[in-house]
């Protein structure tokens, strides 16, 4: 049976409260469609995980859908700040929750092995821990080793309901190609249900073919929608860069309130869907700019050197 779903019908199951860590890394293979999505459906009170912050967690936060937050620090790169992210930290009113970027993906481990906790000596003796400690009780702990008698930090294991990330390609079996650097790997198998958002699909034959190509089997793939540029306006290795013009005016609307529901009321909800949202920021013609050259793996152009 195949796993191939619409995005649409892959997010109404979700329920309100769900938990659900979002893949990612800055501006790069972000799941913005899946965000997108969740808002457009109008989900509430998530409880929302990444290791590393972007564009997706801060519209998630600033247009009401997330009860918490854990992460481990963000940006929209070079372009800006989650400025939604900070605001709520400053005004509480969604619970941020703080980690280092290795000590929440050795949780994901743990969530990955399906074992307790993951013990490491990140985290011992820093004012993090003590700040993880009043936040997040059942989260960690310090222990003594019964094989060298040394203090470790005891990190449990954090299963979300839900883990989504986007790749360059699936095939019907859930067989995820992920193209270039891979740093949601935990993340994604941490999940109990894995959605997976994909450039395009790819045969099982092509998978059979080239076993080397599969970065996660399709054994841990819940469902997976095609949605062509569906990490934009942040890139997707190989095949299309970052818009760095519609990441700057987002980096300047987040910055309040009012002008951030005026972006989301005119990209997200007053679209139907993220092929919508595309067209309105510029169409296909756009990301054919943006298109990325085969050998650099990002948009590149002779007059430019």
Not at 2 to 31: M, N, S, Y
Not at 60 to 80: C, E, I, M, P, Q
Not at 171 to 197: Q, R, S
Not at 250 to 261: C, G, L, V
Request: a negative charge.
């Amino acid at each position: 049976m195949t796993k191939i779903r619409e995005l649409a019908d892959i997010v109404r199951e979700i329920p309100d409260g769900a938990e659900v860590a979002l893949g990612g890394f800055i501006i790069t293979r972000c799941v913005i469609a899946f965000a997108s999505e969740l808002i457009r459906q109008g989900k509430k009170d998530l409880n929302l995980f990444s290791v590393m912050g972007n564009m997706e967690s801060d519209l998630l936060v600033g247009a009401g859908a997330a009860k918490s937050y854990t992460y481990s620090g963000g940006s929209l790169d070079r372009f800006g700040r989650l400025d939604r992210v900070n605001e709520a930290i400053v005004t509480k009113s969604v619970v941020i929750k703080e980690y280092s970027a290795l000590s929440i993906c050795l949780r994901m481990l743990a969530g990955a092995m399906d074992v307790p906790f993951i013990p490491s000596k990140v985290l011992i003796g820093t004012d993090m821990y003590e700040k993880i400690l009043k936040d997040d009780t059942d989260a960690l702990q310090i222990g003594i080793s019964p094989f060298d008698g040394e203090p470790y930090m005891f990190l449990a294991k954090l299963q979300p309901a839900y883990s989504v990330i986007h790749a360059q390609a699936v095939d019907t079996e859930g067989n995820v190609v992920i193209e270039g650097p891979v740093w949601d790997l935990e993340l994604a198998k941490a999940g109990k249900k894995l959605i997976v958002t994909a450039e395009k699909l790819v045969s099982n034959e092509y998978v059979k073919r080239n076993p080397e190509k599969v970065t996660i089997p399709g054994i841990y793939t819940y469902a997976a929608a095609i949605v062509p540029a569906g990490g934009y306006p942040g890139s997707t290795y190989k095949v299309y860069d970052h818009d760095a013009e519609m990441l700057t005016k987002y980096a300047k609307a987040n910055q309040k309130q009012d002008t951030f529901d005026a972006f989301v009321s005119e990209y997200i909800t007053g679209t139907k869907d993220h092929f919508g949202m595309i067209e309105k920021m510029g169409g296909y013609q756009k990301l054919r700019d943006l298109a990325a050259d085969p050998a650099y793996g990002y948009a590149w152009k002779e007059d430019s050197q």
